[in-house]
């Protein structure tokens, strides 16, 4: 009896493990989600301030800087002037203090004006023109935020948002936010 006793007390364990586990996991995941909802909260406010809106519709008026496409941006140095013009534009040192009061939560920002080209950005992006990608479209087209997976870039998560920039209610252009899942991780495990 107490070998039957045992081996259904050892069963009932293993058979609780998995579900403890998968809530604890389910929990983390909860609680990250949560995080990244309140900094798609906080890009919305950085996209709808006066200095993000009127540089898009500066943008917006000019277009593209002639000639440049992805494959010719690949090209161009981070020291660059084209390349320290969008981080050292009023709009671009904006994102850059927007960043630094997030407490290495949010590790990058760049924005796009209608065309997807960009008008500032805190570090150089790896393509100049981003229409055609969901991080561009979906808040363009659909005046909504987006939200993409998790990737794995040098040993961290990071996890994409995009708002849209409105004018009169109608998007104008796009903000992406780079945040540090392995950093949300993290927190919420403290």
Not at 94 to 103: H, V
Not at 113 to 120: F, I, L, P, Q
Not at 156 to 180: F, H, R, W
Request: contains cysteine; glycine residues 8%; hydrophobic residues 45%.
């Amino acid at each position: 009896m107490r070998r039957v006793m045992g081996m259904a007390v050892v069963a009932v364990v293993l058979l609780m493990a998995p579900m403890t586990w998968a809530a604890s996991v389910f929990e983390v995941m909860a609680d990250i989600q949560e995080r990244i909802t309140w900094q798609v909260w906080n890009a919305n406010g950085w996209a709808a301030s006066p200095i993000v809106v009127d540089a898009v519709i500066a943008q917006n008026k000019k277009g593209p800087i002639p000639g440049m496409d992805n494959a010719k941006w690949k090209t161009v140095p981070e020291n660059d002037a084209i390349v320290q013009g969008f981080i050292n534009n009023e709009t671009g040192k904006f994102l850059q203090a927007e960043l630094a009061k997030t407490e290495g939560v949010c590790v990058g920002a760049f924005l796009n004006a209608a065309n997807g080209e960009k008008v500032a950005f805190s570090e150089k992006t790896g393509s100049y023109i981003h229409k055609g990608s969901a991080k561009f479209d979906a808040p363009f087209t659909t005046g909504k935020a987006w939200q993409g997976a998790a990737e794995l870039e040098d040993k961290v998560y990071i996890i994409q948002i995009s708002v849209p920039v409105l004018s009169e209610g109608k998007p104008i252009g796009a903000l992406v936010v780079e945040i540090d899942g392995t950093k949300l991780e993290g927190l919420v495990k403290k």
